[in-house]
């Protein structure tokens, strides 16, 4: 990270453009306004003035579930174009907006994404957004978001990449690279956009789920389950990072050194700039940390916070904070240099306007294509009983019915701020296109009494298979939109026991933004799919993983817990000194669904695992295994093999197990084949309390198979 933003080249330039500066005008390029303001003309003169450093667009706090118009791209051009030709210094402004999984061409939401395990795939997703977004004038994403959510309470775990360490920093860092490519110099000529890790740090730990909740992390927790996704995605080159609303262990994260500077900045050696989440910077009143605008700047400033997002502390406090001395210059340099640094990296001095194309706003057929494959590859197989799926067009009809079979605006999800519903394409269409309307029957979704009377009635409507769509409407997620009970919507359940009880054949589709409690569906239906809100191509992306045109091959990147009152429930628990006694009396201590869990239309064994030696030394660059896998089923597919391992003994307590690494092996149907495995040795590690990777000498156990819960084992010791 230091390497790659720190060029002499625009250091050199850096300075310069500093050098010219006024107070008033380094204090602008630190405030970020709404581009959908009152007063437009208001805001031009501060433009002009050169009090505007950046634009988001978006007109409210909460972007997630409201839609949001963006100023077109003559508009754009003409606001940046009073910033370049007629303010003082004529510093362009950079644009932000909430790209977060797909512009025009909405994909899976994050936490669908997950269910691949795929770098690529989301690479590729992010790749998209990036070329449709900057086509719109965007500069600037607020993703990925990285937090750690390990309760589905909270309406932004769909944001995210789930409940583990590893595997959300290895999609989080995928997701940066296919925002800003590989190279981070004139990323706006090659249609990029500027990356921002969010939220630092801990925002996914809120109490109770509830939205911008207090927190309470340890040192230990910090550094080894919240940090390391950032660290990941720094290390690839994520030019900015945002902020989080939250207060962590009495600090608020918007006004804390040690988290903003010594942690972010000085320990993990980010050079890019900070942000403020929405008025996280006047929030600090609200938290009781400042009494009024001016201590609520002096503070996030010199916390080391480098702008403030739409609220005005910054913009109306700072001039008078540095000429009492009570914030330094240099902090306000500093802040300011990083700004001028992702704005000369990314090229927006060179070409600070956006080509009015409006061809480039349409959705093109590759990412039409890629949205499809990546909702099929997404969508995680729960149950299969007897071989139900994939679906077959058979000589009868197939009953299609549930309150989601329609739908397009829910099938959206969250922060689909530029996505328009009528360019999904619901689940009866993608039937409708690919079988003909002569294979199905359906009716009303509304009129649930209706569905099951056809399905009664199965013998004279030709009925001899059903697949009932069901889930939660997008709006029950995302920023602000939190829940306590994780139950399906009233009366689906019960709807799908009823239509169980028919005895026909039952797929339930499951399309939801957080995992829920489905237990009483899991056990009457015969096939169980669960895809998170997929998009544009929700309806034939689910079609291809029922018909088998596409395996199913996802799994899940986070615990499905059996009751909400489980809550926190995810698979890498530190052990207990009783964890034979330490579980509830009214419910099995054990979730409804493992964290990694995710069936195919083929099946795998996993067999032979051994290390290649029996010890290694701690300072050893990998550690190497072997282990064989097999396709034991009637069709290829590709087998998604997880390594875990526990630390017996260690000077601060590890986890039970912990995922080390991950990779996918396509094999034929019946082939087998011994895969070699090198996992880099400082995943065996953990940070102590002074930032410091530390890899102690011990006995490891590896575990290796389809889920979290392998059992198939192997141990070596790690030597001095």
Not at 30 to 41: I, P, R, Y
Not at 243 to 257: D, K, P, Q, V
Not at 344 to 353: I, R, T, V
Not at 465 to 493: A, Y
Request: aromatic share 8%; hydrophobic share 40%; with cysteine.
């Amino acid at each position: 990270m230091k390497e790659t933003l720190l060029n002499p080249k625009i250091e050199a330039r850096v300075d310069a453009i500093l050098a010219m500066l006024s107070v008033e005008e380094k204090i602008g390029q630190l405030f970020q306004e709404k581009a959908e303001c009152e007063n437009l003309e208001e805001l031009k003169s501060r433009i002009r003035a050169g009090r505007v450093g950046s634009l988001i667009l978006a007109s409210t706090a909460f972007a997630g579930n409201e839609k949001q118009i963006a100023l077109s791209v003559a508009d754009l051009n003409e606001l940046q174009r009073i910033a370049v030709e007629e303010s003082p210094q004529g510093i362009p402004m950079i644009y932000g907006r909430d790209i977060i999984h797909g512009c025009r061409t909405v994909m899976p939401v994050p936490l669908g994404q997950a269910c691949a395990w795929d770098t690529e795939l989301v690479k590729e997703c992010s790749t998209a957004a990036a070329r449709e977004a900057s086509a719109r004038g965007v500069h600037w994403t607020f993703s990925p978001m990285i937090d750690i959510a390990r309760d589905p309470r909270w309406g932004r775990v769909v944001e995210g990449y789930g409940e583990d360490p590893y595997l959300t920093g290895q999609l989080g860092a995928a997701a940066v690279e296919g925002y800003q490519g590989s190279e981070l110099q004139q990323m706006k000529q090659s249609k990029r956009v500027v990356a921002c890790a969010k939220h630092f740090i801990g925002y996914g730990a809120s109490e109770g789920g509830r939205d911008y909740e207090t927190t309470e992390i340890t040192e230990h927790s910090l550094r080894n389950v919240y940090m390391p996704p950032f660290r990941e995605v720094l290390d690839r080159g994520c030019m900015t990072v945002m902020s989080s609303f939250n207060e962590l262990n009495g600090e608020t994260t918007s006004g804390s050194h040690r988290l903003l500077t010594e942690l972010l900045k000085e320990e993990l050696g980010f050079a890019g700039f900070v942000v403020s989440d929405w008025a996280a910077v006047e929030e600090l009143i609200s938290h009781g940390i400042a009494a009024n605008h001016r201590e609520a700047a002096r503070i996030s400033l010199s916390a080391g916070m480098d702008m403030e997002m739409v609220t005005r502390c910054f913009l109306d406090s700072l001039e008078s904070l540095l000429e009492s001395g009570a914030v330094s210059a240099e902090r306000l340099d500093d802040a300011v240099r990083r700004v001028l640094r992702v704005k000369l990296m990314y090229g927006l001095f060179e070409d600070p306007y956006t080509p009015v194309e409006p061809e480039a706003l349409e959705i093109h057929a590759s990412d039409q294509a890629l949205a499809r494959r990546a909702v099929a590859e997404s969508a995680v197989l729960l149950k299969n009983r007897a071989a139900t799926l994939p679906l077959q067009r058979s000589s009868g009809k197939t009953l299609l019915t549930g309150p989601l079979l329609h739908a397009q605006a829910p099938l959206l999800g969250t922060w689909s701020m530029d996505g328009q519903p009528g360019d999904v394409t619901t689940y009866q269409a993608a039937f409708a296109a690919e079988w003909g309307s002569e294979a199905y029957v359906t009716h009303d979704p509304a009129l649930m009494d209706q569905g099951l009377a056809m399905a009664h009635n199965h013998k004279s409507n030709q009925i001899d298979q059903i697949v009932v769509f069901i889930g939660e409407d997008s709006s029950r997620g995302g920023e602000h939109f939190s829940v306590s009970d994780l139950s399906l919507p009233p009366g689906q359940v019960e709807y799908v026991e009823s239509l169980a009880a028919i005895g026909l054949p039952l797929t339930v589709v499951i399309t939801a933004g957080r995992p829920l409690l489905i237990e009483r569906v899991m056990r009457c239906a015969d096939a169980v799919l669960y895809s998170f809100h997929g998009g544009v191509q929700a309806g034939p992306g689910v079609f291809d993983a029922l018909t088998g045109a596409h395996d199913p091959r996802g799994h899940l990147p986070i615990t499905f817990p059996r009751a909400t009152g489980q809550i926190p429930i995810y698979y890498n628990r530190k052990t207990t000194g009783r964890p034979w006694s330490n579980g509830y009396i009214d419910q099995v201590d054990q979730p409804s669904l493992p964290f990694g869990y995710g069936l195919s239309y083929t099946s795998f064994e996993v067999a032979e695992l051994s290390v290649n030696a029996s010890s290694y030394p701690c300072d050893a660059e990998t550690v190497e295994l072997s282990l064989r896998v097999s396709n034991t089923g009637p069709r290829a597919g590709k087998a998604l093999l997880q390594f875990y391992a526990h630390d017996h003994v260690a000077s601060l307590a590890r986890p039970t197990r912990f995922l080390c690494h991950h990779l996918w092996v396509p094999l034929a149907a019946a082939e087998s084949q011994v895969v070699q495995v090198r996992i880099p040795t400082k995943r065996l590690g953990f940070y102590n309390r002074q930032g410091e990777l530390t890899i102690e000498p011990g006995q490891f156990t590896f575990y290796a198979g389809l889920d979290s819960n392998a059992d198939l084992n192997a141990s070596l010791e790690l030597v001095e």
